[in-house]
């Protein structure tokens, strides 16, 4: 399968380094000028949990290109300029495995080609140009983004399966990226204010704090007609932090770095939301103006 993976940071190298590390799989990856630079000269290199040393093809140019599969994993905040660029090329899909709300619909209004939606949970940190490391395995689960089977997802899934990677496809994605934003909302911005573990939300006050901001983030998805009890969004909630118990979650990673979070599309989507239905997330508001405000303070935004 021909794949191009727009946003070849460290999730999109790590996705894309292990469907290249399948010879069948033709992978180009779309990345930052010393990144692209570094797997021209020497290859990707994956270390820790999953280990290989493959040569995908390399560019920071994703305009006009051709492609069986799109796979996007650029920041919430570049999904439009991600979409424009992918326009201008040909895809028989697009899947995003993407943070946050809204990247599917901002997608589909730009490309012609089936959008996927998917979620992953495979831990990755890029280390330097060149390199990235699994810093915990997971699983790769995607579908139609309206719900439903496809046999277009069905051929995507089997072409990560063998490559390797954990994947699942469903029929109830609308579901699953409630229940991931669920999970997003209880555990990034807790552990990116306090500059933790993931497993740190599991006990003390942060685990009140991280319950707090899923239970309302579950209370709204109901409200959305989304089948998501409270009890399922603690449970994947504080199962995602006891298995990546030791990682470094993409917002504490994005704050270390001096970088702009994806709040917008996590908890602050949960409270434009639930403003929307006229319901109170106080949690969810409280940890929302706590991130802008570092964003603020930092001049990111």
């Keep these: 399968m021909e794949i191009v993976v727009f946003g070849a940071g460290s999730l999109g190298s790590l996705v894309g380094g292990i469907l290249a590390s399948d010879r069948t799989n033709d992978v180009r990856l779309v990345g930052r000028q010393s990144h692209v630079d570094a797997v021209r000269e020497s290859g990707l290199r994956i270390t820790g949990e999953l280990e290989t040393h493959v040569a995908p093809t390399a560019t920071t140019d994703g305009r006009a290109l051709e492609a ?3 796979i996007v994993t650029v920041k919430t905040s570049d999904t439009a300029s991600a979409a424009a660029a992918l326009a201008t090329g040909s895809f028989d899909a697009v899947c995003s495995l993407q943070n946050g709300m ?3 619909e901002t997608l589909a209004n730009r490309l012609e080609a089936p959008v996927l939606a998917g979620t992953a949970t495979y831990g990755a940190i890029l280390r330097e140009p060149g390199v990235v490391a699994c810093t915990g395995l997971g699983d790769v689960v995607f579908g139609p983004r309206d719900g439903g089977s496809s046999k277009l997802a069905d051929r995507v899934g089997e072409a990560f399966a ?3 990677l954990e994947t699942t496809v469903v029929d109830d994605m609308p579901r699953r990226l409630w229940e991931k934003l669920a999970v997003n909302a209880g555990i990034n911005p807790v552990t ?3 500059d933790v573990d993931n497993g740190a939300v599991l006990e003390g006050p942060s685990n009140d ?3 707090a901001a899923t239970r309302e983030t579950a209370r709204v998805a109901r409200a959305c007609d989304v089948s998501l009890t409270n009890r ?4 994947a909630m504080e199962d995602v932090a006891a298995d990546t118990a030791a990682n470094t979650s993409s917002m504490r990673q994005d ?3 001096g970088k702009r979070t994806e709040i917008d599309a996590i908890n602050g989507y949960v409270v434009d939301r ?3 239905l006229g319901i109170e997330v106080p949690t969810n508001r409280a940890l929302t103006s706590l991130v802008e405000t570092w964003e603020r303070g930092s001049d990111l935004r």
């Design 68 to 70: 069986d599969l799109a």
């Design 102 to 104: 809204g990247n599917e």
């Design 162 to 164: 063998v490559a390797g």
């Design 192 to 194: 990116a204010l306090s």
């Design 209 to 211: 704090l991280a319950r």
């Design 232 to 235: 399922e969004a603690l449970a």
């Design 255 to 257: 704050v270390r770095a």
């Design 274 to 276: 639930a403003a929307e």
